[in-house]
């Protein structure tokens, strides 16, 4: 089930920032650890000022999108969840509340940008990112 949040306890966010910091170690072991660490308490402070959308499966929340505006930040999912069809789940339920989507891929994240591309999303520029010295990609999907 998928559920835009309305309200957000501490609780809610300390769930959500741990699958946030963990999803991250594991898809962009091309960064530094420290880099994720560093932002931990930062990106915490920015989910009330966002757009949550929780998906839960066994009555716990398995994964979330976080967005700002039409900006998705990411689509985060619990490892053992991971591959089964949740991240598009998601991106369906955004596709249907929004009329346009954007978001920045790391290069270096080819199952990213696989998953992307595959739901019609396509590349609008490449830039460098000087905090984590690597180039990403950024990314634009419209309803017709």
């Known amino acids: ?13 300390e769930k959500i920032s741990y699958i946030w910091l963990n999803s991250n170690l594991d898809a962009h072991d091309f ?11 930062k990106v915490k402070t920015m989910f009330p000022d966002s757009t949550i959308y929780v998906y ?56 990213a940008m696989r998953f992307y591309t595959k739901h019609h999303f396509e590349i609008r520029s490449k830039e460098f990112e000087a905090e984590t010295q690597e180039y990403e990609y950024f990314m634009e999907w419209h309803s017709h």
């Open 1 to 13: 089930m998928i559920k835009k949040l309305e309200n957000m306890d501490s609780e809610l966010i």
């Open 31 to 41: 960064i530094k650890r420290d880099y994720w660490v560093d932002n931990f308490t």
């Open 56 to 111: 839960y499966a066994d009555n716990q929340i398995v994964g979330f999108a976080g967005l700002y505006e039409q900006y998705i930040a990411g689509i985060f999912i619990i490892e053992n969840y991971r591959n089964k069809g949740i991240g598009r789940l998601i991106l369906e339920r955004l596709k249907k509340d929004y009329n346009a989507l954007n978001l920045h891929v790391y290069e270096k994240n080819q199952g």
